[in-house]
């Protein structure tokens, strides 16, 4: 797998894939359904986003002086399996995203304005710089809107008796964690996440093996580039974890190297009755020029459904803990363990201990109502997430949501100052409506 590094040839291609890609979109009838040894599955998504957000007053956000901004979003996503044989296919996952709206101006002038804040605020931008293949392209962009391309999935698999191999682009979770997840390394979703139809996809190399009673086994390989381009090993990560019965609970191992830390982690799944409980924990040890020799992370949950008023019902309990947090977010811009994993997408919140618990409500067979909420404990603050999800139609799916922070000055989703910065990190509260339509 080879990086393709001109532009020009990156565009063409990926405009191919998206033409073909849109004759997904044909009739079944109009497709070709198959070939001599194998068939296509084809699927996909339109999905239309608008949000409102509502920064604070002397937060970055307020740069523009505008008491609301509002963004919006058009996403296209193909997604193909070839299945070449009985133990062969290919996957490919195509997207196209168009965005546009007031917080990009915003971002623009906060960095025009302040140049050494950039990589300090998390913009959003998804690019290819270090992975091992660039399929990624910008088709045109200005301080207000984006167009781009890329392929989020480009991965063979084999599957035999003994396991399976997977070669490419690919996503993987490892871990129990509902919305804190300390095993998961490789791109988790950040805890406020409300979409988590698709997780973003890595280059990498999957081995998995049947051990028949015994378990299995997963290896996994993820090369990854430097600032300078070249396939670096102190930027890679090599993993292995281990997954087994033990009576009558799940047990995880798991081992790695990723990056320059050392890290382990157990995780065990059992049930408490008609409950569910989960626990996660890993230990790693930082590089010798890191301020601290290492620290401990850890999840538990438990997750239930019941019946109520004849309501189907569904929600969960969490507590998160990690040592790498702090309780002084303004030190937190001169820690670079933790705006290390800020950068490289495994972190987005600064503290210790968090709780978070989310109850599902099915108001009618069409229609669900969502409430989520997540508390650092040591603060207090807390983000609260309602949304109710309608099944308009039999591939339309309606969803609309608010997202609310709460706390105090000094607090993490409250507020506090940034450091020789006229302006204060606050999270701005929002709402959001999306339309999805699936084929």
């Known amino acids: 797998m080879t990086r393709i590094q001109d532009n020009t040839l990156r565009a063409t291609v990926l405009t191919a894939l998206f033409v073909a890609s849109i004759m997904c979109l044909c009739p079944p009838g109009i ?5 001599p040894g194998g068939y296509v599955d084809m699927g996909g998504h339109v ?4 949000a409102i957000s509502c920064p604070a007053d002397g937060s970055h956000g307020d740069i523009l002086e505008r008491e609301r901004l509002h963004d919006g979003t058009v996403e296209f996503r193909s997604t193909n399996t070839v299945h070449l044989s009985p133990s062969w296919r290919l996957d490919l996952h195509y997207e196209a ?75 993987l979770t490892w871990g129990n964690g509902f919305l804190f997840n300390p095993m998961d390394l490789f791109n988790p979703f950040a805890p406020t996440d409300v979409e988590r139809d698709y997780k973003r996809g890595d ?20 090369p990854r580039r430097n600032k300078a381009g070249d396939i670096d090993g102190g930027e890679s990560s090599i993993a ?3 997954h087994s019965p033990l009576g009558n609970i799940e047990w995880d191992m798991m081992a790695g190297l990723h990056y320059d830390d050392y890290v382990i982690g157990t995780g065990l799944v059992g049930y408490l009755g008609s409950a569910a409980w989960r626990f996660d924990a890993t230990y790693t040890w930082l590089p010798d020029d890191s301020t601290r020799k290492g620290f401990g992370s850890l999840c538990a949950n438990m997750d239930y459904s019941w019946t109520w008023g004849s309501k189907n019902m569904y929600g969960w309990v969490e507590y998160s803990y ?18 290390g994993r800020i950068d490289r997408g495994e972190r987005t919140t600064l503290g210790r201990s968090y709780v978070d618990t989310q109850v599902q409500v099915e108001l009618h067979p069409l229609v669900n109502a969502y409430v989520t909420l997540i508390a650092n404990l040591t603060d207090p603050s807390t983000v609260i997430q309602p949304r109710v999800t309608w099944n308009a139609a039999q591939n339309i799916q309606v969803t609309a949501g608010v997202t609310i922070y709460a706390g105090g ?25 999306w339309v999805s339509y699936y084929y």
Request: negative net charge; without cysteine.
């Open 97 to 171: 995203l168009g965005t546009t709206g007031e917080t990009g101006q915003a971002t623009a002038a906060l960095f025009s304005r302040y140049p050494l804040e950039k990589g300090l605020i998390s913009i959003g931008d998804i690019t290819d710089d270090r992975r091992l293949m660039d399929l990624s392209h910008v088709i045109t962009e200005h301080d207000d809107y984006r167009v781009y391309h890329r392929l989020d999935r480009l991965v063979l698999t084999t599957q035999r008796d003994w396991g399976s191999l997977r070669i490419g682009r690919q996503a």
């Open 409 to 433: 000055r000094d607090t993490e989703f409250g507020g506090f100052d940034i450091p020789m910065l006229p302006f204060r990190e606050e999270p701005a509260d929002g709402l959001y409506l």
């Open 240 to 242: 292995a974890k281990y």
């Open 203 to 222: 280059d990498m190399v999957i081995l998995q093996a049947y051990m028949g009673t015994d378990g299995e086994i997963q290896l996994l390989a993820v």
């Open 322 to 339: 990690t040592g790498l947090g702090t309780t002084d977010y303004g030190d937190t811009w001169k820690d670079n363990d933790i705006l």
């Open 31 to 35: 497709r070709a359904g198959g070939f």
């Open 47 to 50: 999905r239309l986003r608008g």
